[in-house]
């Protein structure tokens, strides 16, 4: 059996549906499955509960993402294929010949997983408790010194190895949360880090550690997506957020940063560094604004505002 899992809570319902109908376009898989928060059992929201809500970064740290494969995989047979797709990616039926090249890769590869790179050196994005945790160290270059594997697309069959790595994950939430968060690091993170990427961070350290297959990242982004048009997944990172949220976002930040005689709150303009990236954190979280949908969005209030220098030109560097 041929399964397709995604998850987005309920602001990315329309996202979810898209991709739903995209995955059923395809004409491959036997069941489609799209989980919301209400899916989440009762024995994960007891351990993540508090977590789980639109101001903490990805509505959990992403913890939802393991939950969901693991528990799909639970429902399973041995040898049965899962493709995982964020909901904000698309799915391009032109690239059926490559998705099926694919699918004989997966059938062929000896640890029964496909995953994809994300451009990005892991010891960039990788903290040092991570890396500590699962005994890697900076002398491990093939793991540290390689591009980091993207969370977004996991392709898998049930066996052994997957069913074990995904369980793992998972586990990684529930018994060492601060792995997964943006807490400082206890031990040192390697030169030239920048910021811990939470569940893809542990992901790609365990998919590393386990020798799995990972293909070249340019297969699923581009600046231009018409060079993707012979590629099935093309991570957009389309989260369907309607026009009027968007524009509800727009106006609190106006509402914020303009000055207090022009009808805002006035914050200072030359406010520190942490101040400025806890703003945008925020604000990025709560309508699930990516960095490049951000850095227009902030380009449009600079603009509008026609504050020169101001800090919100720092809104895209989350």
């Known amino acids: 059996m041929n399964r397709f899992l995604s998850f987005a809570d309920s602001r990315m319902a329309a996202a ?3 991709l739903g109908r995209q995955a059923e376009a395809l004409k491959f ?4 499955t799209l989980f919301t928060e209400h899916d989440l059992s009762a024995e994960f929201t007891g351990r993540m509960g508090k977590y789980l809500t639109p101001s903490c970064r990805g ?8 939950w969901s494969i693991h528990h799909v995989l639970q429902d399973m047979q041995e040898g049965d294929r899962l493709l995982y797709l964020d909901a904000g990616c698309h799915i391009n039926i032109n690239g059926a010949k490559r998705f099926r090249e694919y699918v004989d890769m997966l059938d062929r590869d000896s640890r029964g997983m496909l995953v994809f790179t994300n451009g990005q050196p892991e010891y960039k994005w990788t903290k040092g408790d991570i890396l500590r945790h699962f005994g890697v160290s900076g002398e491990d270059v093939h793991v540290t010194h390689t591009q980091q594997i993207a969370g977004g697309h996991v392709f ?12 793992d994950w998972l586990h990684v939430f529930y018994d060492h949360l601060h792995l997964a968060d943006n807490s400082p690091s206890a031990s040192p993170n390697l030169p030239g880090f920048v910021e811990n990427r939470y569940d893809q961070s542990i992901f790609s350290i365990l998919c590393k550690l386990q020798g ?10 581009a600046e231009d997506w018409e ?6 997944f093309q991570d957009r990172r389309d989260m369907g957020i309607p026009r009027t ?3 509800g976002w727009l106006q609190k930040c106006r509402q914020l940063l303009l000055p207090a005689k022009k009808g805002g709150l006035g914050i200072r303009r030359q406010a520190c560094k942490s101040e400025r990236k806890t703003f945008w954190e925020d604000f990025a979280c709560r309508y699930s604004v990516n960095r490049q949908t951000l850095a227009l969005m902030s380009g449009r209030l600079l603009l509008s505002t026609r504050s020169r220098g101001s800090w919100l030109t720092e809104g895209p560097r989350l």
């Open 227 to 232: 060079q993707l048009s012979s590629f099935p």
């Open 16 to 18: 979810l549906e898209r």
């Open 59 to 66: 509505f959990g740290y992403w913890s939802w993402k393991p």
């Open 212 to 221: 799995i297959t990972a293909l070249d990242g340019t297969e699923t982004y």
């Open 156 to 167: 898998l069959k049930k066996n052994p190895v997957t069913e074990n790595l995904i369980r």
């Open 29 to 32: 898989f036997d069941e489609i």
């Open 245 to 247: 949220a968007k524009k």
